[in-house]
């Protein structure tokens, strides 16, 4: 009997070892995001989003968990002032969307889908369009602005293909070419949309640990994603959402099987192995692994409270 | 030789010859600064549509007696209501909704230039008539193409990462509803300049043809825009030239030189040329990294299923 | 009623009127049917391009003594071919690789046509003239229309398959390739069909507007190809007849009557229509 799984997974740290030293305790104020019983309603009179709300605080991590058509992007577009909420408000390091957007307080790092790879510009022009926000009317780049187009493209490790065309990139390349566009737009706030997506293993732990970097650096990241193994690794708030937010908090609290049930219904997969099947001894520990043909989540411990742990 | 040269320095001597060739070049250079956008959006029909559907207001205009730009430019916004309104309100392809409504258009101004024969030659609408402009229409469109070529050389970066990337525009700081609503006016403003130069059918092939053939050359944004208004010049301004020896029919010299320099830059382009890649694929260079993943899977696929019937 | 049936009777009884309905007719009927097919799979500007792309090759032809309709169908479908083959070999957007291949060969025409001494009008190539057709050019254009009016029915759940799931059609062993050229071909023919009729800017009108309609109209293919049918041909008499009363271009009036068609569908369709939807409450989607 092997779980369905690899090995490795069944040792990512705890969720508790996430939280970041240094940090308030209590729950976040949302001085880095705030969104205020949000809701959204379409002009063809769909409600995307009901009546959300969750808080981030600078230095945090937050992965966006749900299935599609949860309205995770409409969050996203709400955050980057691209709907406006027919309800409820969004503040921005506490100020409201359109000054912050004035202020270049936020990244965006778009889906790989969303991006028109043949358009004719080269990983430098990218990474310099983080840095107009910055500039003059002429968008003319001064010595500054070269200089951090170069620090990004160091630190996301492609300055060697500063003057490729961005279709000639491989997939983890394209991703860090948009990371470091975030990173030369120097936003307090940046929003990823799905980065895991058609990335290599290499380039998402290099991605994991440049977060890790922003975040102990006071940055707010917002991660949309579907691929549940990896929240526990470096998310340190998670918000749970199905056209309003189920759960949110810390991932220690929120990202239980529970709440992961309720959020994807019927659309998960749900292995859960105990007792002989497991062990050799009388364990009560059981396995569940949790997936949606991505990356499995995989649970270890004792059972919950409604007993289902066999001898 | 004496005489040839002389022969051939005969347009110059003509007034009418002198204008339509810088005014010719003028328009040609503004209508290939867009076209560098527009072909990369997919928006060609967009183009075409807009050269007929001024075309009832220009009829109009001609009967009344207004000025030319007038008349287009209400139609231009007529179009671009009722465009909006049948997409918002059917389920119709937006293809067959540009298509309807601007053939609709041009329909009612051949009825009205049918009906007005005498005020409205049809022929100078359908095949533009360059060599006859007359000084008020001059001064209209060096206005229209002066005013769009400022606009656009303060403006051009800023469209640039509208149209690349509109989450990322958006997030630092630009105004992008307002930016495109400046593009398309600037595009119909010019598309009646155009109209002037080479007709209705031909105002596509301005708006068009020089951007991509610029894509071909290269892969920067940057140099896309100037190569396509150097095209966009040089074409119209030789074009309005050989019209002297051809008689008349400037419209069509000046579109066919177009397309004879995009075919020879399909051929020849350094490196997104017929020939350039036909020489990679014969040196094994041509793969893209795409094409190498897709071979590798296909050629791990058959290693297993060449395993699989071995025993 | 009177008034009604002179307004009818009136012009039909010259022979040119004559014959200028029956080539009306017959063009509306087998646009409408390619109008459909043209609607469903985007092809709009597909339409759009081979029409202006035969320009040339209606010049070549006359210059080479050869039938027009030969030298314009194999400009349309060159036309068609050149741009699949430079979408094919170039990372440039189908749609501008479509309108640098029309707008340059209608360029082409335009040069050449001005070099080349014709009988030809170049109005009437470009907007048609129906009322000068004679007995021969109905007979021709009965033939081209008939026959790709047969060839359409015939291949016409082939054709749907295709337009509507191409990798289903693939999967199910239609010959894709077959059809995708088969489609093109018939649109070529169909908008040599139509030369004389409207022309050959006019042509896009007719190949997009009845679709448009119908589809407006009707929930299932084979009604909506009998709607677009109906109301063209009915905007081919309406239009004809009434270009003889105002005076006016009949292609021009053709095609507005389709437009107006379009627009009272629009506002009145049973299950589309603007009005409709407005008695449904609103909030129920």
């Known amino acids: 009997m092997n779980a369905p799984v690899p090995t490795d997974r069944l040792a990512s740290p705890s969720p508790a070892s996430n ?70 408000a969004v503040r921005l390091c506490g100020m409201p969307v359109a000054q912050a957007l004035k202020r270049n307080i936020v990244a965006y790092v778009p889906q790989s889908e969303d991006v028109d790879w043949n358009f004719p510009v080269l990983v430098e022009d990218v990474v310099m369009m983080g840095r107009y926000g910055h500039m003059n009317m002429l968008r003319i780049p001064a010595r500054a602005d070269r200089a951090k187009v170069d620090e990004a493209l160091e630190r996301v490790g492609m300055a060697a293909f500063r003057k490729r065309q961005i279709g000639e990139l491989s997939g983890g390349q394209k991703k860090r070419v948009f990371l470091a566009r975030a990173l030369a737009q120097e936003g307090r706030i940046i929003l990823l949309d799905e980065p895991f997506t058609g990335v290599d293993v290499t380039t998402e732990g290099a991605i994991v640990a440049l977060l890790r970097e922003l975040r102990a650096a006071g940055h707010v990241m917002l991660v949309s994603t579907h691929d549940l193994g990896s929240v526990p690794d470096f998310c340190d708030q998670v918000v749970l959402l199905d056209r309003t937010v189920l759960a949110a908090g810390a991932t220690a609290e929120v990202f239980t099987p529970e709440n992961l049930q309720r959020t994807f219904g019927g659309a998960l997969r749900n292995f859960r192995l105990g007792g002989a099947a497991l062990h050799q001894d009388a364990d009560r520990r059981s396995l569940t692994v949790l ?6 989540l995989v649970f270890y411990g004792d059972p919950d409270s409604d007993g289902e742990g066999r001898t | 030789m004496d005489g040839l040269l002389a022969e051939l320095l005969v347009p110059f001597d003509y007034d009418y010859m002198r204008k339509a060739i810088w005014v010719s070049a003028l328009v040609g250079g503004t209508c290939a600064f867009l076209s560098a956008y527009l072909m990369l959006k997919g928006w060609s029909l967009m183009g075409d549509a807009l050269g007929h559907a001024i075309v009832p207001g220009v009829a109009v205009a001609a009967i009344l007696g207004a000025p030319f730009a007038a008349g287009a430019f209400v139609a231009g916004l007529f179009a671009s209501l009722a465009m909006y309104v049948v997409r918002q309100k059917t389920k119709l392809r937006e293809d067959a909704v540009i298509g309807l409504v601007f053939t609709s258009l041009f329909a009612l101004g051949l009825l009205i230039a049918s009906m007005r024969p005498t005020a409205v030659s049809i022929q100078t609408i359908v095949l533009g008539n360059i060599l006859a402009i007359s000084d008020e229409d001059i001064v209209q469109v060096a206005v229209i193409a002066g005013v769009s070529l400022a606009v656009m050389a303060l403006l051009w970066k800023d469209l640039m990462v509208t149209f690349f990337d509109e989450a990322h525009a958006r997030s630092i700081g630009l105004r992008v509803t307002t930016l495109k609503i400046v593009f398309f006016t600037l595009l119909s403003a010019c598309t009646v300049a155009a109209l002037q130069t080479v007709g209705a059918c031909l105002v596509i092939a301005m708006v068009v043809t020089p951007g991509a053939t610029a894509y071909l050359l290269t892969d920067r944004f940057g140099r896309l825009i100037g190569i396509s208004v150097a095209l966009g010049v040089s074409t119209s301004a030789v074009g309005a030239y050989l019209s002297y020896f051809l008689d008349g029919a400037t419209g069509g010299v000046i579109v066919t030189l177009q397309t004879l320099l995009f075919l020879a830059a399909f051929v020849f382009a350094p490196r997104h040329g017929v020939l350039a890649s036909r020489r990679r694929r014969a040196a094994g260079l041509g793969e893209t990294r795409e094409a190498a993943r897709a071979r590798e899977a296909i050629q791990a696929r058959e290693a297993i299923q060449a395993r699989e019937v071995a025993p | 009623m009177s008034m009604l049936a002179d307004w009818i009777t009136g012009p039909l009884a010259y022979p040119f009127m004559q014959r200028a309905l029956v080539v009306s007719l017959l063009v509306a009927a087998v646009c409408a049917v390619l109008s459909c097919y043209l609607v469903l799979k985007g092809w709009s500007l597909m339409g759009d391009a081979i029409s202006h792309a035969v320009l040339p090759g209606i010049v070549i032809a006359h210059v080479a003594g050869l039938p027009l309709v030969v030298g314009a169908f194999a400009a349309g479908l060159s036309c068609a071919l050149l741009t699949g083959y430079l979408k094919e070999n170039s990372r440039i957007k189908e749609d501008t690789v479509m309108g640098i291949v029309f707008s340059g060969m209608f360029g082409l025409g335009l040069v050449l046509f001005t070099k080349v001494e014709t009988d030809q009008h170049l109005n009437h190539i470009l907007f048609g003239d129906v009322l000068g057709v004679s007995v021969r050019d109905v007979i021709e254009t009965a033939i081209v229309a008939g026959g790709t009016l047969l060839v359409v029915l015939a291949l016409r759940r082939d054709l749907l398959l295709y337009c509507f799931d191409p990798g289903h059609a693939r999967t199910i062993g239609l010959p894709v390739r077959v059809l995708h050229y088969g489609l093109l071909v018939l649109l070529a023919l169909t908008i040599v069909a139509s030369l004389k009729a409207v022309g050959i800017i006019l042509v ?39 270009s003889f009363h105002i005076d006016g271009a009949p292609g021009a009036c053709i095609v507005l009557t389709q437009s107006l068609f379009f627009g009272l569908a629009f506002l009145f369709a049973p299950r589309n229509g603007v009005l409709a939807r407005r008695r449904v409450p609103a909030g129920t989607a």
């Open chain 1, 19 to 88: 939280v970041v030293p240094g940090t308030p305790a209590g729950p976040p104020r949302g001085d880095g995001i705030l969104v205020d019983r949000v809701s959204v309603t379409y002009p063809n009179g769909t409600t995307a989003v009901r009546d959300a709300s969750f808080a981030l605080d600078p230095g945090t991590i937050c992965a966006l968990v749900g299935i599609n058509g949860s309205g995770k992007s409409t969050v996203f577009k709400a955050i980057m002032g691209f709907v406006r909420p027919s309800a409820g």
């Open chain 3, 204 to 242: 896009i009108a007719m190949l997009i507007g009845p679709g448009a309609t119908a589809y407006l109209l009707a929930d299932r293919f084979g009604r909506m190809l009998a709607v677009a049918v109906a109301t063209a041909m009915l905007s081919a008499a309406i239009g004809t007849l009434a």
């Open chain 1, 291 to 296: 997936t949606d043909d991505e990356r499995p």
